[in-house]
């Protein structure tokens, strides 16, 4: 019998993931990645039993720190905004996929994203669901060994099939992003994990001028609304300069901009053959923001020229690039 080892949570999605696989005909082990959290675990084993699959709990506390969490908290420090989902699947969650795979004999993985793949390239999946942009920074060697059972379905097919099948998942809410970060916001996290390393209060500016204090740049990113109206108008970040530890505000038409250079570019499929093309682009997990765009590779960078405004692309965050519906790959936003 042929062997898949999927990621397996304590959520409605892997759990049908799984129940679908067996359908299928594959032999099937959830691994869920323990980084604590008691009622989660105990929830995920619990979706195991019900699937009927094999069930293995992996720690990936070590990788979760140092390719994740450390990263993330220091590019809020730096006044930049992460996207950790991404690099997760990537850097720690696909390879700890990978090596449980060589032990459990299987040449497969698979995930519950809804993203369509064809063995090669990676789709779209439903417009109402689709997290291609989730999965934007894999390797042409992950995508070729990864299987995406809920590519063509959407979540309210999911849930009904949950339901359907008695599972105890069918109702649970769904995951949140920064899945570290539990019963906390993101800045207490911050400041529970720095402490006395964050620099406090700074300069507030809107047109070349002082208008105010801020109480830490890690609190703030592009195209954030300001808790203060600037006469009668609504005020947004514009811009946060960790160096001088000042934040930038802008009225709402100043947010957007024609052009995103991008970082740390990986592709799919392998490298474009051309250091120019057409494509689309998607700057952070929407699905109504994907404005098509002229890019042109140089170096280690991309640049994208967009034909309609694209709203406050953030130094830090994570974009996605598409032909059509294929997801080409990725990069991280840089400031122009």
Same mark, same amino acid.
């Given at each position: 019998m042929r062997r898949v080892v999927l990621g397996l949570s304590d959520g409605v999605d892997s759990c049908v993931s799984a129940y679908l696989l067996k359908q299928q005909g594959f032999d099937v082990l959830g691994v869920y990645m323990d980084?604590? !959290?008691e009622e989660q675990l105990d929830?995920?084993?619990k979706n195991a039993i019900e699937a009927g699959i094999a069930f293995e709990a992996v720690r990936v506390d070590a990788e979760m720190d140092a390719l994740v969490k450390r990263p993330f908290v220091e590019a809020y420090i730096h !006044? *930049?905004?992460p996207m950790p989902c991404t690099l997760c699947n990537r850097n720690v969650k696909l390879p700890a996929?990978?090596?449980t795979a060589k032990r459990f004999g299987a040449d497969r993985i698979a995930t519950g994203h809804y993203v369509r793949s064809d063995g090669k390239h990676l789709f779209m999946g439903n417009k109402d669901c689709d997290q291609?942009? /989730?999965?934007? *920074?894999l390797t042409p060697e992950q995508v070729e060994r990864? /299987?995406?059972?809920?590519g063509e379905m959407d979540k309210t097919e999911v849930r009904k099939m949950a339901t359907d099948l008695g599972f105890s998942c069918a109702s649970r809410p769904d995951s949140r992003?920064?899945?570290?970060?539990?019963?906390?916001s993101y800045i207490a996290y911050i400041q529970e994990r720095c402490g006395d390393m964050l620099r406090g209060e700074g300069d507030v500016t809107f047109e070349g001028r002082v208008i105010g204090r801020h109480e830490g740049i890690y609190r703030y990113t592009v195209g954030q609304r300001w808790k203060n109206d600037i006469g009668d108008r609504r005020a947004y970040v514009k811009s946060i300069n960790a160096a001088a530890n000042t934040v930038e505000l802008c009225l709402w038409e100043e947010l957007f901009t024609n052009r995103v250079v991008l970082s740390e570019l990986s592709f799919i499929?392998?490298?474009p053959p051309n250091s120019e093309f057409s494509a689309s682009i998607r700057v952070r997990h929407t699905r109504w923001e994907t404005p098509a765009c002229r890019v042109r590779i140089k170096g280690d960078c991309a640049f994208a020229e967009t034909e309609t405004p694209l709203r406050a692309p953030a130094p830090g965050q994570s974009a996605a690039l598409y032909a059509g519906e294929m997801l080409l790959g990725g990069g991280t936003v840089e400031k122009d």
């Open positions: 980084i604590g !959290g929830n995920a084993r !006044g *930049r905004t996929l990978f090596e291609s942009f /989730m999965l934007s *920074r990864l /299987m995406l059972p809920l992003e920064n899945c570290f970060i539990r019963d906390k499929s392998g490298a």
